[in-house]
């Protein structure tokens, strides 16, 4: 059975940092076409944050939203399959339920942006920013 289990999240001071995990089984973090996060404040649409992918040769290649650019950093440890979501300078406005997402199938690249690139889905972990 593939899962996607996010964890990490609480409450934050303005100008803070937090550290996202997201786990896969079932699949390597490398057997992903894409590996994406996601986020939703109430009351609006789930946003993308960024995603990663394998680069080949060069590494692994990220894509972050231009909300997040700057701040966020997604980075990827295959030895223990999971992902990483590094938020700093932290703001209200990035507070929501952040959520992992993987992709199983296409072509390789980190530019899938939109929720229905992803096949499978993390429960989801709240992150909360006070000003």
């Known amino acids: 059975q593939l899962l996607v289990v996010e964890s990490g999240g609480g409450l934050v001071q303005s100008g803070g940092s937090l550290r996202l995990s997201c786990r896969t089984s079932g699949k390597t973090v490398l057997e992903f076409q894409a590996m994406g996060w996601f986020r939703q404040a109430p009351g609006k649409a789930r946003e993308w944050v960024g995603s990663i992918s394998s680069g080949g040769s060069s590494g692994d290649a990220t894509n972050y939203a231009d909300s997040v650019k700057g701040r966020f950093t997604i980075s990827r440890n295959s030895a223990n399959d999971t992902i990483y979501l590094q938020m700093n300078s932290l703001r209200p406005e990035d507070t929501a339920t952040y959520y992992c997402?993987?992709?199983?199938?296409?072509?390789?690249?980190?530019?899938?942006?939109?929720?229905?690139?992803?096949?499978?889905w993390g429960q989801g972990a709240q992150v909360t920013v006070s000003s």
């Open positions: 997402a993987a992709r199983v199938e296409g072509v390789i690249r980190a530019t899938y942006e939109t929720a229905d690139d992803y096949d499978y």
